[in-house]
């Protein structure tokens, strides 16, 4: 099993920043690939993006160039700093982890950007 714990979300103005940490504990395994996901309101969840356990990142289109995902293996800790945030990226953020074929999640955190 895998625990995942979020932190860092809150409010903030739009164009401001936050950054997101996810430590990870339990059973982990080298090569699994971590990932932030998202979900508003009456939306699906969606990935925001994920980085494998050498640092090949690839991000949802909304938010490229914008957010930022990092993962600090001997700390076993994912992040994901967020500039130029915009109202639509509103949202509760999960850390998910997947690796030799489960998904673990997060209980998330919620990002609540104001106009």
């Known amino acids: 099993q895998v625990q995942l714990v979020e932190s860092g979300g809150g409010l903030v103005q739009a164009g401001g920043s936050l950054r997101l940490s996810c430590a990870a504990s339990?059973?982990?395994?080298?090569?699994?690939?971590m990932g932030w996901y998202r979900q508003a309101p009456g939306k699906q969840r969606e990935l925001v993006a994920r980085?494998?356990?050498?640092?090949?990142?690839n991000y949802a289109d909304s938010v490229k160039g914008r957010f930022a995902i990092s993962r600090d293996n001997a700390k076993n800790t994912v992040y994901l700093q967020m500039n130029s945030l915009k109202p639509e990226d509103t949202a509760v953020y999960y850390c998910?982890?997947?690796?030799?074929?489960?998904?673990?999640w997060g209980s998330g955190t919620q990002v609540t950007v104001s106009a």
């Open positions: 998910n982890s997947l690796q030799r074929g489960n998904d673990y």
């Open positions: 980085i494998t356990y050498f640092g090949i990142t």
């Open positions: 339990g059973s982990i395994f080298s090569g699994n690939l």
